[in-house]
């Protein structure tokens, strides 16, 4: 079975600081993709990355940034100097191969304050 | 270029009362996924449809529906509403509905929350 662990529910920092999301998975796939999304309070889930297991390169996008390592079933990602319209619920999601569905985690609550 | 669509915004219904959710998807998408929304929780896997047949379809009793029209778009049909159907419903357009080695990137729309009192 597949299944998204988001342990940090919350997540609080001050305006500049970096953060870490944590996400972690479990699939009996070898092949299956990860995906971040972002919910901000309008309710919508933005697409933010996606990454396939078969391609463990990381990937820097501007202030974001993911670190997908197999070897520990985790797809991590990093803002550097948070900002306040970084504010949102943000959601890490499982694919498997031919499944025709995304799995969620609960979700980090990330608020960033000025 | 219009992303999901999705009707209406915001919706309140009795218990025992039928709903319809309306979503068009990204022109050129031809699947369309639901995901029900829970208050605090991640969304979850209704139905998943391609080029009008269902493809997938979540742990939901079939209390819940779906169909997909020939212009792609589709209906989220919930009967019987019980107060626990109370969240945000989601529509997700992906250009096919993934395959050997691959797996299309959802695109979703703003959500229809649907409350029943």
């Known amino acids: 079975a597949q299944k998204v662990t988001q342990a940090q529910t919350e997540i609080s920092v001050v305006e500049k600081e970096d953060v870490t999301l944590d996400c972690v998975y479990e699939?009996?796939?070898?092949?299956?993709?990860l995906f971040w999304y972002k919910q901000p309070p309008s309710g919508e889930l933005v697409f933010l990355i996606r990454?396939?297991?078969?391609?463990?390169q990381n990937e820097i996008s501007g202030r974001y940034s993911w670190n997908f390592q197999k070897s520990t079933s985790s797809f991590n990602f990093t803002i550097t100097a948070s900002q306040v319209v970084d504010s949102a619920v943000y959601f890490c999601?499982?694919?498997?191969?031919?499944?025709?569905?995304?799995?969620f985690g609960q979700g980090t609550r990330l608020t960033i304050n000025p | 270029d219009t992303g999901v669509t999705q009707s209406p915004t915001h919706l309140i219904k009795t218990r025992g009362q039928q709903v319809t959710l309306r979503c068009s998807p990204i022109?050129?998408?031809?699947?369309v996924s639901w995901y029900q929304q829970v208050l605090g929780q991640g969304p979850q896997f209704i139905f998943q449809?391609?080029?009008?047949?269902?493809?997938g379809r979540g742990n939901f009793p079939d209390r819940f529906s779906a169909r997909q029209f020939p212009n792609y778009s589709s209906e989220l049909n919930v009967n019987a509403l019980l107060l626990g159907d109370s969240a945000l419903y989601l529509c997700?357009?992906?250009?096919?509905?993934?395959?050997?080695?691959?797996?299309?990137?959802?695109?979703f729309g703003p959500g229809t929350r649907l409350t029943v009192l």
């Open positions: 997700a357009s992906s250009f096919k509905a993934g395959g050997l080695r691959s797996a299309d990137t959802q695109y």
């Open positions: 022109s050129g998408h031809k699947s």
């Open positions: 999601a499982l694919s498997e191969e031919g499944a025709q569905k995304l799995v």
């Open positions: 449809y391609y080029e009008k047949e269902e493809r």
């Open positions: 699939t009996r796939d070898t092949t299956y993709y």
């Open positions: 990454r396939n297991s078969f391609d463990e």
